[in-house]
Each structure stands twice: as structure tokens, then as C-alpha cells.
């Protein structure tokens, strides 16, 4: 599986690319999921969350597919948004 990528135009005309990331860390994944750091966690230590991956000895993040998808299963909501 590639990494999905989109051409954006700079300003000055030249053409850039994006590249959607593979992993993100705790920090990206809170932002990602519009939860806190600890509200991750707190999902993580009940199980209710996907398996993190080790990226190298002493780190660890997330595949954003596997996040997407979790995000995906998440059951409906009646309640109002927060304000």
C-alpha cells in the first residue's frame, strides 16, 4: 500500500506535494482525534484503542489507517456538540 499524496500549487507556481503521514505520535494522534493526551490513554490502558507500533528502540506511534478506522466504529452520537 502507497502513501496517498496530493499536488498542491505554491504560490509561486511551482508544484509541491503532500504526502498524507504514515505514523503520528501521542501528541499528533490527541490533535488527529480531537481528544486530550489523556483521554488517549486512558483509552489505551482499558484496551480500547489500537496497538501502538514500535518505531525504533524507545519509540512508538500510531498508523493513521488503523486510527482512521477506529474513528470510523465509533458508534453514533445524540448529544449536542460542546460549546
Do not use: C, Y
Request: charged share 25%.
Amino acid at each position: 500500500m502507497g502513501r496517498s499524496a496530493t499536488n498542491i500549487e505554491h504560490p509561486t507556481g511551482r508544484q509541491i506535494m503532500s504526502v498524507k503521514p504514515i505514523f503520528l505520535d501521542i501528541q499528533g494522534v490527541a490533535e488527529a482525534l480531537a481528544l486530550s493526551e489523556s483521554s488517549v490513554r486512558t483509552l489505551i490502558n482499558h484496551g480500547d484503542f489500537p496497538k501502538s507500533r514500535l518505531l525504533t528502540g524507545r519509540r512508538v506511534a500510531w498508523l493513521v489507517r488503523e486510527l482512521e478506522e477506529w474513528a470510523e466504529a465509533r458508534p453514533i452520537s445524540n448529544l449536542p456538540p460542546v460549546e
